[in-house]
């Protein structure tokens, strides 16, 4: 079970994310997908996460309306996006997975003990 990220870099105070956690050597049909992000000094702690029916995604309070987040079962991807950022979004992202056995769950949670799997983590740095 492999969780590749990537789409991180130096981005622009304004411009756009769009990060990838792609799956490999497994299908992500059945698991749940959490971002998550560790700001300089600070603890890690979830963004967003999506469930296998991707029915109700779940945002953090302090980053809803703000972080979308999607997957594509059919390319294996799940993705998460903002459309403006600032500053602040200077971190490591993370993607992470836990089976859940079926396409039907409605469940998925934002603390890091919810998942099994990690990615590798990608840096996003806003600066101008």
């Known amino acids: 079970v492999q969780l590749v990220e990537s789409g991180g870099g130096l981005v622009h105070p304004g411009g756009p994310l769009r990060l990838s956690c792609i799956a490999s050597?497994?299908?992500?049909?059945?698991?749940?997908i959490g971002w998550f992000r560790q700001a300089p000094g600070k603890q890690r702690e979830g963004v967003a996460c999506i469930s296998t029916n991707r029915q109700s995604p779940i945002y953090a309070d302090s980053y809803k309306g703000l972080f979308t987040i999607v997957r594509d079962n059919l390319k294996n991807t799940v993705y998460l996006q903002k459309d403006t950022l600032n500053t602040d979004d200077t971190a490591v992202y993370f993607c992470?997975?836990?089976?859940?056995?079926?396409?039907?769950?409605?469940?998925?949670?934002?603390?890091?003990?919810?998942?099994?799997?990690w990615g590798q983590g990608t840096q996003v740095t806003v600066s101008s």
């Open positions: 050597g497994f299908n992500l049909n059945t698991y749940a």
């Open positions: 992470a997975a836990v089976n859940l056995g079926t396409q039907m769950s409605e469940y998925c949670g934002l603390a890091m003990d919810d998942y099994h799997y």
